[in-house]
Every structure is written in C-alpha cells, then in structure tokens.
C-alpha cells in the first residue's frame, strides 16, 4: 500500500519559513516525479513545486519562485518542500503527490500524480 505522509505545517507570521516533507513508502519511486500543490478554501487545487526523480529539474508556479525550493532524498524516500518569504496568500493545504513518468506540462497537471497525501495546513498570519 502507497503512502505519503505530509508534515511541517503549521501557523507562520508573514515573512517567515517553514519546510514540509513528505515521506513516501509501499513501492519503489523510481521513474516518479514528485510534487506539490495547495488547495485554500474555496479555490481549486493548484500546482505548487515539483520534482523529477532523478532529481536533477525543478519546476515551480511563478507565485513561489525564488521562494521556495523543492529537494529529495532518495535514501529516505523523503520530499521537502522549503517555505521563505511566506504570504498571507500562500495559506492553504499543502499537498505531497507522485506520479509515474511526468514529462513537460504534465508536472503541473495535477491529474498526472496518482498517489497523494493527506494534506498539512500551512497558515501564515498579516
């Protein structure tokens, strides 16, 4: 059974950090890109950061680069997502997911991952 398991969120003042991880277990991710994605109420699920499995590319939504940064750690099978210059507006339920083989667009496509996580709150106060 697939699982990844978020954690790190929580309540930030505007300008601060946080790091989210993502554990994943239950099968080799080997050839799986992962990433992330927030959902605040109200609004659609929409892509964030993600990761290839080698590693080696890195993409992000316009309104986080240069703030945050994606990385892996393969021996652990572990995904982190580092948060700085956090926003009010970068409140919502941030979301771990993998999927097999993403090539291009479909990094930001969140119809591409199959696995995903439960969700961690991230809320960052004015």
């Known amino acids: 059974q697939v699982q990844l398991v978020e954690s790190g969120g929580g309540l930030v003042q505007a300008g601060g950090s946080l790091r989210l991880s993502c554990a994943a277990s239950g099968r080799a991710f080997s050839n799986y890109a992962m990433g992330w994605f927030r959902q605040a109420p109200g609004k659609e699920r929409e892509f964030v950061a993600a990761?290839?499995?080698?590693?080696?590319?890195?993409f992000y939504a316009d309104s986080v680069k240069g703030r945050f940064t994606i990385s892996g750690d393969n021996a652990k099978n572990t995904v982190y997502l580092q948060m700085n210059s956090l926003k009010p507006e970068d409140t919502a339920a941030y979301y771990c997911?993998?999927?097999?083989?993403?090539?291009?667009?479909?990094?930001?496509?969140?119809?591409?991952?199959?696995?995903w996580g439960q969700g961690t709150q991230v809320t960052v106060s004015s």
């Open positions: 997911a993998a999927g097999p083989l993403l090539s291009g667009s479909s990094y930001y496509t969140h119809q591409r991952y199959n696995y």
């Open positions: 990761i290839n499995w080698s590693g080696a590319s890195q």
